[in-house]
């Protein structure tokens, strides 16, 4: 069983160049998957020389997800809500690059959009053998043996990242810029706040403008991460990952 629900927000700090709209950030908040090193979306156009880019994302997201059998050999419980805040800052450079940091503050905790999906689910099977009344729990347990178990609110500065880009074009409306990300182990990974490894990713991000109104958007790449302390047995080191949008810019 697999029941979510998420809120976000965005706000950019630096105005883009006309014609250019801001970013919506969608990607996947479960708490198990969400400290790996999977970058958020970028923009295809980069800060000139001396220019200072930049947003604060936020995003609130609800998981429900009970899998397996309590006492069989592998079982998971993912009970609980998460806040995400990201800020995000690129600085121009000379000969079309940019230096850029993503700072996200992360909360795991059981208020805000509770009472949209309902009260405590009984079903829900804890360390004891006992029903998880609480809205918030981790639990993943294999063989017997509880690898990930905490029903406490945490919250503190995720994995910090580092970025460079590369302006490849900016002719008309046409966009097209190459990131390369580090993410640094910054954040405590006994609390879903990191993933305790130094990953990387390279991808393309474009965009281009079909009128006053319409631009489409895309980006596509990958990730390589290194083995991360969350549930190990279960990473996956190489990840490709793309995404396509359109967006409607509103002048009142």
Same mark, same amino acid.
């Given at each position: 069983?697999?029941?979510?629900?998420?809120?976000?927000?965005?706000?950019?700090?630096?105005?883009?160049?006309q014609g250019q709209a801001g970013l919506f950030q969608i990607r996947d908040q479960n708490p198990l998957v969400l400290p790996y090193g999977l970058p958020m979306k970028a923009y295809a156009e980069l800060p000139d020389n001396?220019?200072?880019?930049?947003?604060?994302?936020?995003?609130?997201? !609800?998981?429900?997800?009970?899998?397996?059998?309590?006492?069989?050999?592998?079982?998971?419980? +993912?009970?609980?809500?998460?806040?995400?805040?990201?800020?995000?800052?690129? !600085?121009?450079?000379?000969?079309?690059?940019?230096?850029?940091?993503?700072?996200?503050?992360?909360?795991?905790?059981?208020?805000?959009?509770?009472?949209?999906?309902?009260?405590?689910?009984?079903?829900? +099977?804890?360390?004891?053998?006992a029903a998880v009344g609480s809205d918030l729990a981790f639990l993943y347990r294999r063989d017997g043996k509880d690898l990930l178990s905490f029903s406490e609110g945490v919250s503190g500065i995720g994995d910090v990242a +580092?970025?460079?880009?590369?302006?490849?074009?900016?002719?008309?409306?046409?966009?097209?810029?190459?990131?390369?990300?580090?993410?640094?182990?910054?954040?405590?990974?006994?609390?879903?706040?990191?993933?305790?490894?130094?990953?990387?990713?390279?991808?393309?991000?474009?965009?281009?403008?079909?009128?006053?109104?319409?631009? +489409?958007?895309?980006?596509?790449?990958?990730?390589?991460?290194?083995?991360?302390?969350?549930?190990?047995?279960?990473?996956?080191?190489?990840?490709?990952?793309?995404?396509?949008?359109?967006?409607?810019?509103?002048?009142?």
């Amino acid at each position: 069983m697999l029941r979510n629900i998420s809120l976000s927000l965005a706000l950019l700090l630096l105005p883009l160049s006309q014609g250019q709209a801001g970013l919506f950030q969608i990607r996947d908040q479960n708490p198990l998957v969400l400290p790996y090193g999977l970058p958020m979306k970028a923009y295809a156009e980069l800060p000139d020389n001396g220019q200072w880019r930049g947003f604060i994302s936020y995003s609130r997201s !609800r998981t429900t997800k009970n899998e397996g059998d309590p006492s069989g050999y592998e079982y998971l419980v +993912v009970k609980g809500e998460t806040a995400r805040t990201d800020l995000m800052l690129f !600085r121009g450079l000379e000969k079309n690059w940019a230096l850029g940091l993503h700072i996200p503050l992360i909360r795991h905790d059981d208020q805000g959009l509770g009472g949209i999906l309902g009260g405590s689910d009984s079903s829900f +099977v804890g360390a004891d053998g006992a029903a998880v009344g609480s809205d918030l729990a981790f639990l993943y347990r294999r063989d017997g043996k509880d690898l990930l178990s905490f029903s406490e609110g945490v919250s503190g500065i995720g994995d910090v990242a +580092v970025l460079l880009g590369y302006q490849w074009q900016r002719a008309g409306a046409d966009r097209l810029a190459l990131y390369l990300q580090f993410k640094l182990p910054t954040g405590d990974s006994d609390k879903l706040l990191g993933s305790g490894s130094l990953d990387y990713a390279n991808w393309f991000t474009a965009s281009t403008r079909l009128d006053d109104h319409w631009l +489409v958007n895309g980006d596509f790449g990958f990730s390589m991460l290194g083995n991360g302390d969350i549930l190990p047995d279960q990473q996956r080191n190489f990840i490709l990952f793309g995404g396509l949008g359109v967006e409607y810019l509103w002048r009142p």
